[in-house]
């Protein structure tokens, strides 16, 4: 199994441009998660999904959309990229919900700057 | 007075040696705890968990938990290189309807020195 896979691993965006970052899973996981970490900051919830079509804020929310279409797929958008969204994105997937024994898999992560 | 507070490090030992990781936590309402470990340039996997105070083994690791201390910590026995990571603690409170919340440190780098 491939677990869960991000593409891409590594980008450059200018100040104003947009992109999409990829998150797929092939474990058949209803709850989907993205992730930012900072230097020194640990890591922070941006959206959730617990399933196709179904999507959520988390912590740091803004300048950041998702979409959940499928239950493999759950891609992150960035519209108008700022230097403060320069940062390691992190995707994860969960088989238990947001349950107390939740086991998060995370992706390999992409790891983004915005000059 | 921030959630969960963790040492960034950098901590570094010789092979062989007992690594003491720890977290302290404000948040009484946390009751699930979990170890991570996070190699350089890849994704955190989960490394331990643990529901109760006391401690919990698995191998060279051990998880302990002191909830009225609200104090978390891991042991490494016989520290190997491999064992240089970044460890990022863990801790979930309840937030209502059936969903926890979870709340990371900010992650210790370990350096295992041959």
């Known amino acids: 199994n491939a677990g869960v896979t991000q593409t891409p691993k590594f980008r450059i965006l200018k100040i104003g441009q947009s992109m999409t970052l990829q998150c797929t899973q092939d474990m058949n996981h209803n709850y989907m998660y993205w992730y930012r970490q900072d230097p020194g900051m640990g890591l922070k919830l941006i959206y959730y999904?617990?399933?196709?079509?179904?999507?959520d804020k988390g912590e740091v929310p803004n300048g950041y959309n998702v979409s959940r279409s499928t239950t493999e797929d759950f891609p992150l958008r960035l519209e108008l990229a700022a230097p403060s969204q320069t940062s390691v994105y992190f995707c994860a997937s969960s088989y238990g919900g947001r349950g107390g024994d939740e086991k998060l898999f995370f992706g390999s992560g992409t790891q983004l700057s915005v000059l | 007075q921030k959630e969960v507070e963790q040492d960034p490090g950098p901590l570094s030992v010789p092979e062989g040696a007992i690594v003491s990781l720890n977290c302290t936590y404000s948040n009484s309402a946390f009751q699930y705890f979990m170890w991570y470990r996070q190699y350089s340039r890849k994704g955190p996997e989960l490394l331990m968990y643990?529901?109760?105070?006391g401690n919990k083994e698995d191998g060279r690791f051990t998880a302990q938990v002191d909830k009225s201390s609200k104090y978390i910590s891991l042991f490494i026995r016989d520290s190997q290189p491999s064992d240089s990571a970044t460890y990022l603690c863990a801790m979930k409170a309840y937030s209502g309807a059936g969903s926890y919340q979870l709340t990371f440190g900010k992650g210790t780098k370990l350096s295992v020195i041959p």
């Open positions: 643990t529901y109760s105070s």
């Open positions: 999904s617990v399933g196709a079509g179904i999507t």
